[in-house]
């Protein structure tokens, strides 16, 4: 596993994040991003999953591929990074309502990093 952290502020930004996702994320077994909330796509699956509507994040693996997608689980958390739903990939696509949660600094070791 590696041994680099990769945001710095993670811990402070989301305090209740689970510490399994909170390792899985810092030595990037699993990914962290933003929703965004405004665009159709995420309205619509709010409709179908309402706890869904109380995410800001959303953690799953960057190494899955599409055509497994089906077979994957998106973890939604709230702004404290509290979990609030999964979602299994054959339920919905995270496909244009993520991008990068600005709030989390990359720290510099992570920077200055050979990734």
């Known amino acids: 596993m590696n ?12 305090p209740k994040l689970a510490k ?3 390792n899985t994320i810092q030595s990037e077994c699993l990914e962290i991003k933003s929703l965004e909330k405004y665009c159709d796509k995420y309205k619509k699956a ?12 959303v953690v799953y693996s960057k190494f899955m591929q ?10 939604f958390l709230d702004k404290e990074g ?3 739903c999964s979602v299994s990939g054959s339920e919905m696509e995270l ?19 050979e990734r």
């Open 3 to 14: 041994k680099i952290l990769k945001y710095e502020n993670l811990e402070e930004e989301l």
């Open 20 to 22: 399994v996702l909170l």
């Open 46 to 57: 709010c409709k179908t999953k309402p706890n869904l509507c109380k995410a800001s994040y």
């Open 66 to 75: 599409k055509s497994d997608h089906a077979f994957e689980r998106f973890i």
């Open 82 to 84: 509290e979990e609030v």
């Open 95 to 113: 496909y244009g309502i993520t991008h990068l949660a600005e709030n989390l600094a990359f720290s510099e070791e992570y920077k200055n990093s």
